[in-house]
Structures are given as C-alpha cells and as structure tokens.
C-alpha cells in the first residue's frame, strides 16, 4: 500500500494546475482563464511495484461553473518519451524532486485503471494511507481487459483511450451528477462523489468502457 506523505509541497497540486488546466480542451474556462481552485474530492490507487504515486484529484473552479477530474501520476524521475504529457515539477518534503504526469499519459495509472474497472484493485482514500475508498464503485462484463496500441485523445467532455480494435475507455474530465449505473452500451464503469462548487455533495461517473 501506498504511504500518504503529510508535508509539503512547492508548488501545491492545485498552483500546477493553475497554469495547466486552461491548455486543456474540455477546461470550460478558455485558454485565458486564470483559475480559481479548490480540491474537491478524489481517490488514489496504489502502484504494485511501489514506484509511482497515482491520484485521481477532483477540482472546482470558483471563475466558473466547473468540477474537474484530473488523473495524475507522481514520479521520481522523468517518464520518457512522456514530454507532452508534463504537468510540472514539485519539491516534495520527504521524496524531493516529483515529476507530475497528466495519468492519463501513463501506462501505470492506466493499467490500474483497468485493474479498479475488472475489480482487481481497489480504490484507496486520498489522505490516510492503508484506507479502501468504499465511495467509489465500479462494474465491468466481460472478460480481462487487454489494451494494446491505444492512443489517449482529449475532446471537450475528457480523454478518450481508444484503439482500431478493442474497447475504448472514456474519462469523464467534465463531472456531472448523474445517477451511478452503468450507461446503456457501457460495459464497465467507475463511479464516484464529490463537492460541487455550491457545497453540496454530487455524484457521478468517473470513466465508461465501451466495446
């Protein structure tokens, strides 16, 4: 299990953010927005190797009427070839240098992305360490999931993982309360609640797989 280091962070999650969110297509702020924002919600998932810190981090915009998922990955040294998928660099109190990765771009959050959908993982709560998040629920019909050669495109709702052949996974990047079932056409789902920007507690889906 992964161990929730209480310390400090320079800059914070949220300051990264800040100036990464407005270049993201499904940001509904515009690409000149200044941000405004606040933690949310989320989950955290553990990495098998130990390796890399993985978090799924909800956000409001208080600029806007918006609540954001935003899978990132924490490493100790640069992914290579992941470039692109830079949100920044963090001074972590106790682990030093961290490179943070846009998850979605990494294969190690992706593969346990997977492994939460088929029920071979298990959510874990954002700020205490060795802690199952029981809010957070999923489903998947079918047999293991295999994606190989799958390319992550953004739109305007989120990030579509998607291949020629094979099941396509969509993460919702845009929340919005929904009721937790399982879309129709929907072979798995993760689903989850969070703060909306009025206070109140909203739920709703995370990520689809479809064939």
């Known amino acids: 299990m992964a161990v929730i280091?209480?310390?400090?962070?320079?800059?914070?999650k949220l300051e990264l953010l800040t100036s990464w969110l407005p270049s993201r297509p499904w940001y509904r702020g515009g690409a000149d927005a200044?941000?405004?924002?606040?933690?949310?919600?989320g989950f955290r998932l553990d990495d098998p190797e130990g390796a890399v810190g993985i978090e799924f981090l909800v956000v409001t915009d208080a600029t806007g009427p918006g609540s954001y998922l935003v899978p990132l990955t924490y490493r100790g040294a640069p992914l290579d070839g992941a470039?692109?998928?830079l949100v920044g660099t963090m001074e972590?109190?106790?682990l030093?240098?961290?490179?943070?990765?846009?998850?979605?771009?990494?294969?190690?959050?992706?593969?346990q992305l997977l492994a939460l959908i088929e029920g071979r993982a298990q959510a874990q709560d954002q700020s205490v360490s060795d802690t199952p998040d029981r809010d957070v629920t999923r489903s998947c019909a079918g047999g293991p999931?295999?994606?190989?050669?799958?390319?992550?495109?953004?739109?305007e709702e989120g990030t579509v993982l998607a291949a020629p052949h094979g099941p396509a996974l969509r993460l919702?990047?845009?929340?919005?309360?929904?009721?937790?079932?399982?879309?129709?056409?929907?072979?798995?789902?993760?689903a989850g609640s969070w703060t909306a920007p009025d206070g109140t507690r909203a739920r709703g889906l995370f990520a689809t797989l479809r064939p």
């Open 34 to 41: 200044r941000p405004e924002l606040a933690k949310a919600g």
């Open 83 to 85: 470039e692109h998928a």
């Open 5 to 12: 280091h209480h310390t400090v962070l320079k800059p914070t």
């Open 172 to 190: 919702h990047r845009v929340l919005r309360p929904a009721e937790d079932a399982v879309p129709a056409g929907a072979i798995g789902h993760v």
């Open 145 to 155: 999931l295999a994606f190989t050669g799958h390319v992550a495109t953004d739109d």
């Open 96 to 111: 030093g240098r961290r490179w943070a990765y846009d998850g979605m771009r990494d294969p190690v959050l992706v593969a």
């Open 92 to 94: 972590h109190g106790v």
